[in-house]
């Protein structure tokens, strides 16, 4: 019975027990395909921080028909990969991936790289999503650890009703002692993407299957009688009315719009003006959405300041007295955010590069 972590036999059982599981009861998943590039790969593990798979096949798949390669994605404005990201949510996901798409062309020839060492100094690419392209990608065999991998791992192995929140250096060496070295015909990334599938559709987290579960036999929280969780209580995350709920709003406004947009046509969104200006601050500062001297806003990329300028000369608008500066502060001293600096793609890299990378690996 596997109780203690990194004891070969008994974890070795419990892999081997989900890759046969996982044989039969696989999601037919565009990026698991052969033939998958790693470029494809990378695109999918960006796409699933956060967002279950279901969500993610149509964006995925059209994503792969604008931007084929990842050369395509780099030589496409940032705004673009903003516009295409739609309704996916956590919008930044598409300026982490473009920047990343950059760095490939600029510093390994257009491919991405394979080792983890290399993916990890690509922009916005943390560890989660490293050691899976890396894996699923060019199959290094590496601990691949979300969300559900850590869940089956701390109820199977561990005994406990829940992993926790964020995935640290433990857990990483912990699954890393499940993985199968390879000589008994089972790749360790095999071992990973069955591990996060039998978490994704089984061991879930509300309400464990199981009835169902290829390991029940074997599961240290099942056999110890399911004890409750005894850690704090994770709260639900509420959307609707939030900052993020409002940034998407005005996101999708200019998301829709093939020109810059009037400030009026963003306030119709959100009537609250405090917030609403809060979260336009917000988009501004994160290189999601350029404020334009005339006072309109535009996703980043799709129209630079000096072509929005009216072509009359005019005094140059300064950040103190420019229409969407005097927009974004209305309402709202904005603490963070210099309203007027518009975020070039070049800038939204360098925001990137300085940003830490997603802590959120995907949930299923
Ligand atoms: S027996 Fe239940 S709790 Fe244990 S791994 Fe399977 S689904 Fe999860």
Do not use: K
């Not at 790693?38 to 699933?48: F, G, T």
């Not at 074997?218 to 639900?236: D, I, K, S, T």
């Amino acid at each position: 019975m596997p109780t203690v972590h990194g004891q070969l036999e008994p974890a070795g059982g419990l892999v081997r027990d989900v890759v046969r599981w996982y044989a039969d009861a696989a999601r037919d998943l565009p990026w698991r395909r052969p033939g998958t590039s790693p470029y494809a790969v990378l695109v999918s593990e960006v796409m699933l921080q956060q967002t279950p798979a279901a969500r993610v096949v149509q964006p995925f798949s059209a994503w792969l028909a604008r931007w084929p390669a990842v050369a395509d994605l780099a030589g496409a404005p940032s705004g673009e990969a903003v516009r295409q990201w739609g309704r996916l949510g956590y919008p930044r996901r598409a300026l982490r991936l473009h920047a990343a798409a950059l760095a490939c062309v600029e510093r390994h020839g257009g491919a991405v790289p394979s080792t983890v060492a290399e993916l990890e100094a690509l922009p916005g690419v943390g560890r989660y999503t490293a050691r899976a392209v890396a894996a699923f990608a060019f199959g290094v065999r590496v601990p691949v650890v979300d969300v559900n991998v850590r869940r089956v791992v701390a109820r199977a192995v561990e005994g406990v009703a829940q992993g926790p929140v964020t995935v640290g250096i433990r857990d990483l060496a912990l699954v890393a002692g499940l993985l199968p070295a390879g000589g008994d015909g089972v790749p360790a990334p095999l071992a990973s993407v069955a591990l996060m599938e039998l978490g994704a559709l089984v061991c879930t987290a509300r309400t464990p299957h199981c009835s169902a579960c290829p390991v029940a036999g074997r599961c240290a929280w099942r056999l110890a009688g399911a004890p409750p969780w005894q850690g704090p209580a994770r709260r639900a995350q509420s959307y609707a009315g939030t900052d993020r709920f409002v940034r998407g709003r005005l996101l999708a406004v200019l998301r829709d719009s093939p020109l810059p947009v009037e400030a009026s046509a963003l306030d119709v969104v959100w009537a609250e003006p405090v917030q609403r200006a809060r979260a336009l601050a917000g988009l501004v500062a994160d290189g999601l959405a350029n404020a334009l001297p005339d006072g309109t806003f535009t996703l980043p990329g799709a129209v630079e300041p000096t072509t929005a300028t009216p072509a009359t000369p005019a005094p140059p608008a300064t950040p103190a007295t420019s229409p969407a500066a005097e927009h974004l502060e209305a309402a709202s001293p904005g603490p963070h955010v210099t309203p007027t600096a518009a975020v070039t793609p070049t800038a939204a890299a360098e925001h990137l590069r300085a940003a830490s990378p997603s802590p959120c690996p995907r949930v299923g």
